[in-house]
Nanobody, 123 residues
Framework: QVQLVESGGGLVQAGGSLRLSCAAS????????MGWFRQAPGKEREFVAV????????YYADSVKGRFTISRDNAKNTVYLQMNSLKPEDTAVYYC????????????????WGQGTQVTVSS
């Protein structure tokens, strides 16, 4: 069992930065690949980024590649999403999730989810 709690969301102007954190409970955190997804009003939840259990590999959606960076600290049971050069279209609720397999980009591949944190980017 893994419980996930996101934090770090907020309101930022276009071009600004935010760093999201996702704290996990449970000793099995390091066994899971960790992903970030987002969901804007009226839209489906979409994949943002994923990182392998070791942190050695990561993969990004084209829409955030070069602007967002996913990382993890297994000693702290935490995964991060550094978001730079934010755009109004990045506005969404951001969720972290845990998956047994790496390179999973669909929501059905993730076993555990956090409650989400709101990110709003003003123009």
């Amino acid at each position: 069992q893994v419980q996930l709690v996101e934090s770090g969301g907020g309101l930022v102007q276009a071009g600004g930065s935010l760093r999201l954190s996702c704290a996990a409970s449970g000793r099995t955190f390091r066994r899971y690949a960790m992903g970030w997804f987002r969901q804007a009003p009226g839209k489906e939840r979409e994949f943002v980024a994923v990182i392998s259990w070791s942190g050695g590999s990561s993969y990004y959606a084209d829409s955030v590649k070069g602007r967002f960076t996913i990382s993890r600290d297994n000693a702290k049971n935490t995964v991060y999403l550094q978001m730079n050069s934010l755009k109004p279209e990045d506005t969404a609720v951001y969720y972290c999730a845990a998956a047994e397999n790496f390179l999973v980009v669909v929501t059905t591949g993730y076993e555990y989810w956090g409650q989400g944190t709101q990110v709003t980017v003003s123009s």
